[in-house]
């Protein structure tokens, strides 16, 4: 099981930023694809961005478009999740998941049913 942590997350105002961050302690994250999905109080966890092995391909569901960017730090070993212009319907706890082989990145932030999923860090966007 790849393990990943996901750190970040906070109270935030509308309009705030935040920036999120995926990590793994015990292997490296260059070979694997990495995706952002959320999962928001009685709705279906939804992918939100992923990123490919380079950093140089990125995909974003509609709704993050242009507040969102997904970034990945080798040297840290770390994929970032900057969320700017932060909305209520932001709110959820957010999950980063890890693909070794995907087809297309919007394919990987489809794939919502996984095996196993790390805690999460609970996004609250509120006034």
């Known amino acids: 099981q790849l393990q990943l942590v996901e750190s970040g997350g906070g109270l935030v105002q509308p309009g705030g930023s935040l920036r999120l961050s995926c990590a793994a302690s015990?292997?490296?994250?260059?070979?694997?694809?990495i995706g952002w999905f959320r999962q928001a109080p009685g709705k279906e966890r939804e992918g939100v961005s992923c990123i490919d092995t380079s950093g140089s391909s990125t995909y974003y569901t509609d709704s993050v478009k242009g507040r969102f960017t997904i970034s990945r730090d080798k040297a840290k070993n770390a994929v970032y999740l900057q969320m700017n212009s932060l909305k209520p319907e932001d709110t959820g706890v957010y999950y980063c998941a890890a693909d070794g082989i995907v087809t297309t990145l919007q394919a990987m932030c489809g794939m919502t049913s996984r095996n196993f999923w790390g805690r999460g860090t609970q996004v609250t966007v509120s006034a």
């Open positions: 015990e292997f490296t994250l260059d070979y694997y694809a």
